[in-house]
Structure formats: structure tokens, C-alpha cells
T-cell receptor, first 113, second 113 residues
Framework: AQSVTQLGSHVSVSEGALVLLRCNYS??????LFWYVQYPNQGLQLLLK??????LVKGINGFEAEFKKSETSFHLTKPSAHMSDAAEYFC???????????FGKGTSLLVTP | KAGVTQTPRYLIKTRGQQVTLSCSPI?????VSWYQQTPGQGLQFLFE???????NKGNFPGRFSGRQFSNSRSEMNVSTLELGDSALYLC????????????FGEGSRLTVL
């Protein structure tokens, strides 16, 4: 079964610092991987998606993620954190059917002035 | 283009009651998925419908059911509510492609007393 593990339930960075949110996947086949963001009292919004076209995926709001098969990782990064980036971030993998997502537990990002 | 609309946004029920939640997908989207989000279990897949057919179902008891109408609108029902059913229920729509992007609504927050 496809699954993802997010390392670190809480991450705190200073405004302007690098954001690094970690995600490792477990999949027996090449996976479809996603990063979603959830702001308070809102639904989830897609940040980016990996579909094997390119290992470095660029998303919205300056985020990007690199697929590393050798490390089974799909970490999310942003060079410079903004206060508005404070939110919950979820890594997800498409399940065996392709019609559902298996989400990680989420990482809460705190950005301090 | 209007987003995914979920109603009601908030509701309070007591144990043993039943509840029906509604979801209107983005126009043109034929797939609707439901997810349960709780602090303890995170985001868990409930079921997915495409053109009125359930294509995939998560690991939830039979008290959880859903359906999709010919206009792609969907409802989910939970019968004999338990305290543990308190959660944010998120609906997502998509065109229905394998591993396609999901567009989430803001959710229906259910509190069971």
C-alpha cells in the first residue's frame, strides 16, 4: 500500500529563512506525490504534484519539491519564508486505485518575525 | 468558476442521531471524494464517486455512506452517531482522472455530543 511519512509535526522558522518540510514515501510502484496546504478553517489547496515528468517540481507561492528515488523522499522547500506561509502542510500519495490520496499526518509551519 | 461548496459548515448532533452532509463540486467535475479529518487520525479517505458510481471506499464502518446524483452533487450520511465521529468532513472534486488534482471545499465541521 502506498503511504507517506512526514517527519516533524511542528516546524518553526524565522521570516526570510529557508523552509524545509520532510516527506518520505513508501510505494511499490512509481508514485504520484502531492503537497497540499491548509490554512485555518479552510480546506486543502494543492501546492504541487509529482507525476514523474521531472524530479524537481515547482509549485505555487514559491514552493518546490524534489523527488529522490534513492532516498524515497519528496521534501518541500521554499528559499525564504513569509509570515503568510504559516499553515498546515500535508504530503500525500495516490493510492493503488489512483482515485484517492493517502495523506501524511501533517506538519504545522510557524513563521516568526 | 465557483469552488467546491459544502453545507452545512458547522453542525452539532447528539449520539445516536444521524447526519447528512452535502457537497456541490466544481462545474464540470464528475468525481467527488470525501475525507474525514481529526486531530488524532489526520486525513482519512471515506469514498469516491464518479458519474454516480462508487469507485473506491475507505476503511470505515457501514454507518458511513454516500451517494452522488446525476448533476455530480454528492451527499454523505453518518447514522447512529458516535462521539468519535466528531471531525471536519472534507469534500473534494476533480475531473476524475487517475491521480488528478483534488479541489477541496472548506469542510463541514461536525460535533457529536
Amino acid at each position: 500500500a502506498q503511504s507517506v511519512t512526514q517527519l516533524g509535526s511542528h516546524v518553526s522558522v524565522s521570516e526570510g529563512a529557508l523552509v524545509l518540510l520532510r516527506c518520505n514515501y513508501s510505494s511499490s510502484v512509481p508514485p504520484y506525490l502531492f503537497w497540499y496546504v491548509q490554512y485555518p478553517n479552510q480546506g486543502l489547496q494543492l501546492l504541487l504534484k509529482y507525476t514523474s515528468a521531472a524530479t524537481l517540481v515547482k509549485g505555487i507561492n514559491g514552493f518546490e519539491a524534489e523527488f529522490k528515488k534513492s532516498e524515497t523522499s519528496f521534501h518541500l522547500t521554499k528559499p525564504s519564508a513569509h509570515m503568510s506561509d504559516a499553515a498546515e502542510y500535508f504530503c500525500a500519495v495516490s493510492d493503488d486505485s489512483g482515485y484517492a490520496l493517502n495523506f501524511g499526518k501533517g506538519t504545522s509551519l510557524l513563521v516568526t518575525p | 468558476k465557483a469552488g467546491v461548496t459544502q453545507t452545512p459548515r458547522y453542525l452539532i448532533k447528539t449520539r445516536g442521531q444521524q447526519v447528512t452532509l452535502s457537497c456541490s463540486p466544481i462545474s464540470g467535475h464528475r468525481s467527488v471524494s470525501w475525507y474525514q479529518q481529526t486531530p488524532g487520525q489526520g486525513l482519512q479517505f471515506l469514498f469516491e464517486y464518479f458519474s454516480e458510481t462508487q469507485r473506491n471506499k475507505g476503511n470505515f464502518p457501514g454507518r458511513f455512506s454516500g451517494r452522488q446524483f446525476s448533476n455530480s452533487r454528492s451527499e454523505m450520511n453518518v447514522s447512529t452517531l458516535e462521539l468519535g465521529d466528531s471531525a471536519l468532513y472534507l469534500c473534494a472534486s476533480s475531473p476524475g482522472l487517475v491521480a488528478g488534482e483534488l479541489f477541496f471545499g472548506e469542510g463541514s465541521r461536525l460535533t457529536v455530543l
